[in-house]
Structure formats: structure tokens, C-alpha cells
């Protein structure tokens, strides 16, 4: 439920902190002195204390052990990552588990984290770039980087959007909620290394979901596509990639991770 008061002094501000490493750990490269990194990562920190009015704030990081590494079967999961880590990247890591309100989660990435944490206080706001996270239902806001503008604070609804952008040199698809979810299992992640559809791109899976008014006409528009496009491996192939793709919500009674195939292969098969 959107709670209309966010942001509060009890909002609470969920970071994601893989990317700390990562963004302040390649600006740094050339710097040879930790207190300016150090320095560098508590203002960047400190400036969303100021920005939202509140101080109430938790660092995810990913840990060891990520299901998907098991679950991706017909391509490695992120296999196409072979740039080196950035210079201060461990040492930044443990500064944000010492210094900084940071959890280290294993078994899963921090997003699944920040997904399930959305999920449980509507009082929250996540705090990232990761587009991934836009499938899940809550308060987003993603700061500006060197090659994409803030997107400021706006509430994402589990029934979300889908929403077709003209650059200046190709269209591009951005969205928000379900049809989002299954907009990117139309697509794939080139980042991640998960193949979607061929011929599918941002205009092709746009107007294939566009019409679609509830996730039940999404979900048979997206099985439809990935059995005419892959024949007797489509389903399985679809529940690999929802499964690679679905931001983890929760556990079941048994504590197993929900993942998308356990809550939805009875929807496919």
C-alpha cells in the first residue's frame, strides 16, 4: 500500500551498496590516500540524509552464494563480467560493514535484499540505478550518474507501467511493476548475460505487452512468444529466465527462497 507520508523522519533509506564499491571504487583508481575514498563514500552517504530528512538507513551488500548461479543452466549467470574489481573495492567493502548500518547477504544478491526490505515497510525508499528493482512494488529514487539522469523520488505500484521514450538516436523502454518483470523476460538483461527473445527489442516488446491489462494476459503473452520462438524448450527456457530475472520477494514456510518457478510453474507447465 503506498503510504502518502514517505519521505518521513522514519523513512527508512535502503542503499545498494554493490554499487558503492563499483562507482567509487573506479573514481578513485588513481587516488593514494584511503582517507579521501573514505571521506568521498560518508558525504555521498551523508547527502541522502539531507535530501530525504531522515537518518534511518541500511547498506545491502551481496555476500557469497547466489541461487541464480545454479538456476541458470543454458548461459552462465553474469558470465560476460570479466573487468578486474576497482583498486579500493574490498577495502571500501569493509569500511561500509564496520563503519556503516550494512548487512552482508549470502545465498542471494543484495537486490533480493532491498526487494524483500520494499516489500515489508512501505515506509522505505530504495536508493539505486538498478532497473531490475523497478519491478517491485514501493518508493524509488535513482540518482544521477555520468551516463543517466536522476530519476526522481516516485512510487512504483505492483501494476506498474510500461512507457515506450524517444532519444535522440533510438527508442527506448523503461517501466515499473509487473508488466516490467515481464517486459525484460521479453528482452533479456545484457548485463546479467540472460538472453531473451531474439528480435525482441525495446520497441517489439513494447507493443507486444502494451494492451495487456492485467499480469495474467501478461504472463500468456510472454509464454506464447517464447513457445512460438522456441518450440518444445519455451517453457522451461521462460521459467529459467523468470526465475534469473524475478527480484525474490520472500521465503516459503520451509525457508526456501520464493523464487518466480516456485510460486508459478503450475501457471506454465
Known sequence: ???????????????????????????????????????????????????????????????????????????????????????????????????????????????????????RNPNSIHIGIDKDLFQVQGWHYRYATHNAEEIPLRYISNEGFLELQVGPKKKKLVGGGYPWFYAQCLLGDKTDFIHGIKGYGDVKTYDTLVDCKTEDECLEVVKTVYIDNLGDIGVARLLENADLLWMVRGFNVEGELLTWSKMNSHRVL
Open 1 to 119: 500500500m503506498k503510504d502518502e507520508s514517505v519521505p518521513n523522519n522514519d523513512t527508512m533509506l535502503i542503499i545498494d551498496g554493490d554499487l558503492i564499491l563499483y562507482q567509487k571504487g573506479f573514481k578513485h583508481e588513481k587516488t593514494e590516500e584511503w582517507w579521501i575514498v573514505e571521506a568521498d563514500v560518508d558525504k555521498w552517504i551523508a547527502g541522502f540524509f539531507k535530501k530525504f530528512g531522515t537518518y534511518n538507513y541500511i547498506i545491502y551488500l551481496t555476500g557469497k552464494g547466489n541461487f541464480r548461479e545454479q538456476s541458470a543452466v543454458t548461459y552462465p549467470y553474469k558470465g560476460n563480467r570479466t573487468k578486474p574489481k576497482p583498486r579500493w573495492h574490498a577495502d571500501i567493502k569493509q569500511y561500509l560493514i564496520h563503519m556503516h548500518h550494512t548487512k552482508l547477504i549470502e545465498g542471494m544478491e543484495a537486490d533480493d535484499a532491498i526487494a524483500m526490505h520494499l516489500t
